[in-house]
């Protein structure tokens, strides 16, 4: 056996021997050619000359998909045809556009379209007409309407095709848009490293609003880049409620005094709701940093654990290292999800189009993690979805807002930045123009 690899090796050494610049040229070639793929990546468009290859970071499913690609879609409901209520304020009407066709170019008829909500009935008394009947009045309906619709075949209102691809538990990782010219193909990453790699890859000619963390990260050598603040999101931090440290407000505000974060690269936010919208309050208590009052309502000797998801890692040790008083301390575990037992949840907060925030504040709901109990804000989101009447839902959400403030489910921090990074120009006017608010 040894006879045979001293044979072996000096095969191998007479060959190298022989062939040592051959083999140099060819690493050296290997090198040049790599680094010339990696330049020509910038300008071509990727993996094809005729579709698009585009990287989004988040967890869909089917009945919820990214807000990127409902706007691309553009076919809701609401964007189709106008809505008649009536008197009771329970009795939404739609009327289909003239002319309006499925995907296919055949006529859409108000019985195709393929809708189901629960407890919510639904009639097409006509083919240009189809009538929803709620058991109550709720006022933030429309805004429910605006995702795509199909047809019984999977077919929109719109030219465009689309396929989904998705793991077994629902999960969605691709979404495929066919406009009949060429493929959108959209693949879902769960973090943005993940998103980031699989461009510097190749396997992606651009991402969309990317969550940009780190600052320090220079991307535009990777490509055309647009940096902007996004705001239809926040950074929130969620305090449990049932927790026994945080289960005063006392004790919760004194936290939020205690933050003492720089804002300069983004924008602090002061509420949950967009600060374009209609119902948006700049009227409320603003937490600055004041070590003073926070030793104040936190007189004692206090040890939380910060959770939150790899995404947001950096944030919350900025957070950790931001504490101005000395007898509170953070220590910060990563998790996947939502964890079960929390005291303090970083964590993402995508802002409703509409300004009814019933699902996540309300006592009685699953979307309130942090367990706050506020009869104040059950009552204010109550009454919020039940009336139509614009200056008097304005007067609830208005109020909504400063009694958030007090009671704190959460401190509301920034919007976020993001960044469109594309391969060349040509992807970078795409994204500009059919991908951007």
Known sequence: MLKNIRKNLWFISAFVSKYKYLIIVGIILSIVLGLIITKIQKILPGLSSTDIHIGLVGQYSANNLPKQVTRFLNSGLTTIGNQEIDDSEKIYTYKIKPGSTWSDGTPIKSQDINISI????????????????????????PSILSFPITN??????????????????????????????????????????????????????ALVDLPFINQDQDLSEFGILNQFLDT???ILLILNHQDSTLNSKPARQ?????????????????????????????????????????KELLSTDIELELSTTPELLATAEEIKNSINIPNLKVNVRVVSSIPENFQLFLTTFDIPPDPDQYPFWHSTQAGNVGKSTSEKLDKLLEDGRTTLDPNVRKTIYHEFQRVFAEELPAIVLFQPQHVNLSRNQKISDIIDTYWLN
Request: hydrophobic share 35%.
């Open 254 to 294: 004194g936290v939020a005094y205690s933050l003492g974060l720089d804002y300069s690269n983004t924008q602090k936010a002061l509420t949950t709701i967009n600060p374009d919208s209609w119902a948006y309050n700049p009227l409320v208590k603003e937490y600055l940093p004041d070590p003073k009052r926070a």
């Open 118 to 141: 629960p407890k919510v009935s639904i009639e097409t008394p006509n083919p240009e007409t189809i009538k929803f009947t709620l058991p109550a009045k709720f006022a933030p309906f």
């Open 152 to 205: 019984q075949d999977g077919l929109l209102p719109s030219p465009f095709k689309i396929k989904l691809r998705q793991k077994s538990s629902g999960t969605l990782t691709q979404i495929i848009i066919d406009n009949g010219d060429y493929k959108t193909f959209v693949n879902i990453y769960p973090t943005s490293s993940r998103a980031l790699t699989a461009y510097k890859l190749g396997q992606i000619d």
């Open 232 to 234: 239809q999101s926040l």
